[in-house]
């Protein structure tokens, strides 16, 4: 099932850092943000984890939980939450479910040769469980603040978050 904006996500489970069980209604009445990017210790992956975790109690004022989202293990992801300091949690989608979903997962070119590997995108998802934004195929500069911006908007329309 395709994701569509102002449309209700489909269901998901996984498995995230700290022990955690996220599915689509497991936190009902939080705004959500979802970010996937293609490997923990890789340096944009960095630069914008890094960015999150600056960002951190600016979105927790704002009222949304952010989860970042990779195809990565839950030790690779153990290890870069640690040395980063994240104060959020990671997905561990090692079965690509959530990142087929999302429709993040693209052929790319590395060094010649075509792989398949993640687009960065960042999805807000409305404390109702629907989807109010999306960025697809994102540079990192500047990128954390307009999500943040969107967040913020989110709370000036109640009748949309």
């Excluded at 951190?56 to 839950?74: C, E, I, L, Q």
């Excluded at 195929?137 to 989110?154: M, N």
């Amino acid at each position: 099932m395709a994701i569509v904006v102002n449309k209700p996500i489909p269901e998901f489970e996984s498995n995230a850092t700290g022990g955690i069980r996220v599915t689509n209604t497991s936190h009902m009445g939080q705004v959500i943000i979802l970010y996937f990017y293609p490997k923990d210790n890789t340096p944009g992956c960095t630069t914008e984890a890094m960015q999150f975790r600056d960002k951190y109690k600016d979105f927790v004022k704002a009222g949304a939980t952010v989860f970042g989202v990779s195809r990565d293990n839950m030790k690779s992801h153990d290890e870069f939450k640690a040395k980063l300091e994240l104060p959020f949690e990671l997905i561990a989608d090692t079965e690509e479910k959530m990142c087929h979903m999302f429709g993040v997962v693209k052929n790319k070119i590395m060094y010649g040769k075509k792989v398949k590997g993640i687009e960065r995108s960042t999805f807000l998802i409305g404390a109702d469980g629907t989807l109010k934004e999306e960025w697809r195929g994102l540079k990192v500069p500047g990128h954390v603040e307009e999500v943040l911006q969107a967040v913020k908007a989110l709370k000036k329309t109640p009748a949309l978050a």
